[in-house]
Nanobody, 116 residues
Framework: QVQLVESGGGLVQPGGSLRLSCAAS????????MGWYRQPPGKEREWVAD??????MYADSVKGRFTISRDNAKNTVYLQMNSLKPGDTAVYYC???????????WGQGTQVTVSA
């Protein structure tokens, strides 16, 4: 059974930093793309960043402040978030695409709150 476990969320002041982690287990096929999404309060889920074979892509709203990386040996994806703003407040979800069909799996979400 595929399981994605996220950690690292919390409360941080504006300008602060957090590092999110998402560890995948129970996966018997190759992981293609790994990424992060977020859902701000009262809004729809939006894409944040993803990484595929070392290539990274970012939403304009986080470019230059967030960095995505992955450890293939640990099936883990990270999101380093710097210069956080109140607008970054959201539930953050990781997503992985697995196998030839790029089947998607989602984590349970971790809350990030940026507030003074």
């Amino acid at each position: 059974q595929v399981q994605l476990v996220e950690s690292g969320g919390g409360l941080v002041q504006p300008g602060g930093s957090l590092r999110l982690s998402c560890a995948a287990s129970g996966i018997n096929f190759s992981i293609n793309k790994m990424g992060w999404y977020r859902q701000p309060p009262g809004k729809e889920r939006e894409w944040v960043a993803d990484i595929t074979s070392g290539r990274t892509m970012y939403a304009d709203s986080v470019k230059g402040r967030f960095t995505i990386s992955r450890d293939n040996a640990k099936n883990t994806v990270y999101l380093q978030m710097n210069s956080l703003k109140p607008g970054d407040t959201a539930v953050y979800y990781c997503k992985v695409n697995v196998g030839l069909e790029n089947r998607p799996y989602w984590g349970q979400g971790t809350q990030v709150t940026v507030s003074a």
